[in-house]
Nanobody, 119 residues
Framework: QVQLVESGGGLVQPGGSLRLSCAAS????????MRWYRQAPGKERELVAG????????DYADSVKGRFTISRDNAKNTVYLQMKSLKPEDTAVYFC????????????WGPGTQVTVSS
């Protein structure tokens, strides 16, 4: 049974840091690109960061470049999102996504974790 479980969300003051984790099970984690998305109230879900299957290249949304870092540990089947210099506009539910394939894409999603940046 495929499972993605996010953790590490919470309430943090502007300028603070959080590290999100996403533990995966039920599929071959190292074969999948891993991504973090977020969705703020009233807005569409947006891609925040992604990392290739074997931890090669990474990509970031312009709004988080230089502040967020995505990484993965294939031995632990876990992907991380280190978030620094958090801003109120980073407030959202953060979702972990596992993705592979182009012609026949496969996507798995976690239930999400709330991140609130507020003083």
């Amino acid at each position: 049974q495929v499972q993605l479980v996010e953790s590490g969300g919470g309430l943090v003051q502007p300028g603070g840091s959080l590290r999100l984790s996403c533990a995966a099970s039920g599929f071959t984690f190292s074969n999948y690109a891993m991504r973090w998305y977020r969705q703020a109230p009233g807005k569409e879900r947006e891609l925040v960061a992604g990392i290739r299957s074997y931890g090669g290249s990474t990509d970031y949304a312009d709004s988080v470049k230089g502040r967020f870092t995505i990484s993965r540990d294939n031995a632990k089947n876990t992907v991380y999102l280190q978030m620094k210099s958090l801003k109120p506009e980073d407030t959202a539910v953060y979702f972990c996504n596992a993705h592979r394939g182009v012609i026949v894409p496969i996507d798995y999603w976690g239930p999400g974790t709330q991140v609130t940046v507020s003083s």
